[in-house]
């Protein structure tokens, strides 16, 4: 086999450390990627691949490969890396002249999609999270850290389903699992569940001698009881292992990641994946957008840091009355005080994304234009901090507080940065005139020589009478005299020649080079010093990273507290009354995303109560498009922005804090996840059944649906019972439900109140009003509805005929529902799936000596009409009830 030249047997050894990364390997003014890699690249960002004959493996076979510019590299990494790619970045470690042989080269960086700095690769408004897990004996120890914010949380969970909704809450790019674990069952519930990239940790970073070792270095500590986390050792492996991960791919000081905090949960209001994604909170169900969610709605923040925690405020609605009353204290003065907001929002606009900014200077990564708008926007905190100050609500006081005085980095910023400073901090052109002396020496000396140099070329045309003589400048000669052709004649003998043009001669002179090496060398000094200088700042910057930090949440809260004061007003929303009874009463209450969605038409507001007692249960029914779910939305919105601190669309809202809100809304397939729509409706459902309190909030929309009919209302109906029967549960719940038959099984049920959705037949057509009223509804109007959504004529026709027909028991055999055919004894029909609570799931048919059993039995199942099953039923039922 031929042999590798220096060049790439330094590129295999190279490769070797970063096996699962794209080498991104600096040749002069480009990075080369080589082999699969270059393939890979080729395909990925559409560039050429070439190839690279002999150079590499040899013989006749051509290595691929492909570049890019170094320049124009950064937008090829980030656009690799956001297609789910790690790019191991290697550098020219020393000058090409410095070297013995083959200049030395070395991986300065692994980015990764948890890892992604650059401003370009992040969105403004969201966090970009890096996560880790580990599981030791069904305990779950989280991290996730933002490394652009510098946010380190960890958290521990005694449960799948919850180390699951807190990776779905925090949505990571990427997440570390331990050393060898990419295959276990976890790992790929992860991967298939998030769509994120799933990385090994290092070799036994993940347990907890060496964790504690990994975090007790990184912040220079002594113990692991500075954390606060010394009784919990899954959260300290998971984030030893996240913070190894880190310094092997970043290869950096990275001083701006703050302390761990662990995500505490009882502060909080819980709510599962299923429901965030119902309710729309951070995005659609339809395109996944922002638009048309809650946040979108609410997002009324100025700065980048706002927005981010605003994300987090719409996804966390607090539990803690004092803190939530503490919010909404704060939005009722920016609410009624509209100096005070004007005035804040306007300070706000001035600020730029501080969070980010600092990191990258901690991170070594931020340029002269980064410092100047750290300088500007610390600018404005005084007048911040004095507004917030004089203000009445405490929190607004306590955030003004929070902030520290900057003014002496603000005036070192402002007196050592140009006004427009270039991109990069080593070209110069970067200091001001009059920070440091000795800089201002050689600029005297650099720009003297210029001046020389521009007399010059005046004195020598009157010297010489040659009027098209120029003096130029280019990198490889230097400085020199430019004759054209026909002037040649008249250069005087103290000239040397230099170069030849094809219509000119380039000429050089003693005093020419003298001025030259003067000012090539002051101005290579000028570089070097500026680049020492802005250094400098830099760490003058670095130093006070925490106070910033520190600031930077200040301002972040204090922006989201304005947000809901904007949004509410504009809203016309009011500010709800929290209490810690069991009671939810809301008057005159509005879906926020839909009043804000119709145009023209007004939104029909509409009231709720519901209690632990006889109100526990509304049974929904109504048409078709008539606003039940529409209904049962708002009622959850209206309690998730109460307690996030925000004013809500009612007239009145009275609320008793609730723990949990569940719901179980529409049929949502996850095909992806491999789960049919039932399956799918069936698992939210056991999850809400499990884990609802009496504190908690249900929402269900039309369960069971997603099967037959007997199937579907046997489910509704068992639900119903559960709900109601089982002490421990008493949630307050919002059913809709288009089986009608629930609303007369339920009618002696004392905490089960029916509520219908008003529409006004007019002819053969019906006409929403969109009010729920307190009586059950009879009819679905769902063909009346299909017309409206234009299907054809005679589809319709034949639809009504059906439906006259079934309604009067007529039908033939064809029409037999499913179910009819395939159950043998009506028993199976009650027991559909894993029932959650047997004695609530039988209480219909649990009557083995009953009477009616008899007749069960001598029933001819096979040839009962869907009606007729359900006529008989409801005979069944009231025997039984009467006996
Ligand atoms: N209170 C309201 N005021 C004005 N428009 C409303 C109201 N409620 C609902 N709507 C409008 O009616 C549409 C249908 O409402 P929704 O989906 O809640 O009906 P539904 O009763 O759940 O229907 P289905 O039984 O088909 O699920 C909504 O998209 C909204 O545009
Ligand atoms: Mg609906």
Known sequence: MARLTPMMEQYMATKAQVPDALLFFRL??????????????????????????????????????????????????????????????????????????????EIVRVVTPGTVMEQ?????????????????????GLSFCDLSTGELLVVEHDSEQKMLDEMLRHQPAEIIVPFGEKTTPHAITLRDLLACVLTEGLEKTHNLARASEVLLSHYGVMTVDSFGLANRPQALCAAGMLLAYLDVTQKRNLNHLKMPAYITSDEYMTIDSFSRRNLELVETLRDKGK?????????????????????????RPLANRERIEQRLDAVEELYKNLLLRDDIRQLLDAVYDLERLVARVSYGSANARDLQAIGSSLAVLPSLKGRLE????????????R?????????????????EPPISVREGNVIRDGFDEYLDTLKTASRDGKRWLAELEQQEREATGIKSLKVGFNKVFGYYIEVSKANIQYVPETYERKQTLTNGERYVTPGLKEKEALILEAEEKMVDLEYQLFCQVRDAVSEILGKIQEAAESIAAVDVLQSFATVSIRRRYKRP??????RLYIEEGRHPVVEAMLKGEPFVANDTLLNTAENQI???????????????????????????????????????????????????????????????????????LHHATPRSLIILDEIGRGTSTFDGISIAQAVVEFLHQSPKVGAKTLFATHYHELT????????????????????????FLRKILPQAADRSYGIQVAKLAGLPEEVLARAREILVDLEQGGHGHETKPRIAEAANTPVSVAAPSKPAKPTAQLSLFDAAEHPVVDELRKLDVMRLTPLDAMNLLYQLHQKAREE
């Open 577 to 582: 009354v929290l209490n810690n009874d069991d």
């Open 618 to 688: 509304a049974l929904i029914t109504g048409p078709n498009m008539a606003g039940k779910s529409t209904y049962m939305r708002q009622v959850a919105l209206i309690v998730l922005l109460a307690q996030m601190g925000c004013f809500v669309p009612a007239d009145r809202a009275e609320i008793g804090i609730v723990d949990r809100v569940f719901t179980r809304i529409g049929a949502s397939d996850d095909l992806a996840g491999g789960q049919s729509t039932f399956m799918v409706e069936m698992v939210e459902l056991a999850n809400i």
């Open 120 to 140: 370009k690769g992040l969105q403004a408004k969201a966090n970009n999270y890096l996560a880790s897990v580990v599981e030791r004996e069904g305990s779950f």
């Open 28 to 105: 002069g003014d480009f990075y080369e990627l080589f082999n699969e890699d270059a393939v890979t690249a080729a395909r990925e960002l559409e560039i050429t691949l070439t190839g690279r004959a002999n150079g590499g493996v040899g013989g006749d076979e051509r290595t691929p490969m492909c570049g890019v510019p170094h320049h124009s590299a950064e937008g090829y990494i980030l656009r690799l890396v956001e297609k789910g790619y790690k790019v191991a970045i290697c550098e020219q470690t020393e000058e090409a002249g410095a070297a013995k042989g083959i200049v030395r080269r």
């Open 403 to 419: 902030i520290d005085n900057f003014d002496e980095i603000v005036d070192l910023i402002e007196r050592a940065i140009v006004e």
């Open 390 to 401: 004089s203000a009445g609500a405490p929190l607004l006081k306590e955030l003004g507080q």
């Open 291 to 315: 638009h048309g969610s809650l946040l979108g709605l609410l997002d009324e923040t100025v700065t980048a840091m706002g927005g981010r925690l605003l994300r987090r405020y719409v996804e």
């Open 744 to 767: 007369t099984f339920t009618e002696s049920f004392a905490g089960v109140k029916h509520y219908s959705t008003h529409v006004q037949e007019q002819g053969d057509s019906i006409v």
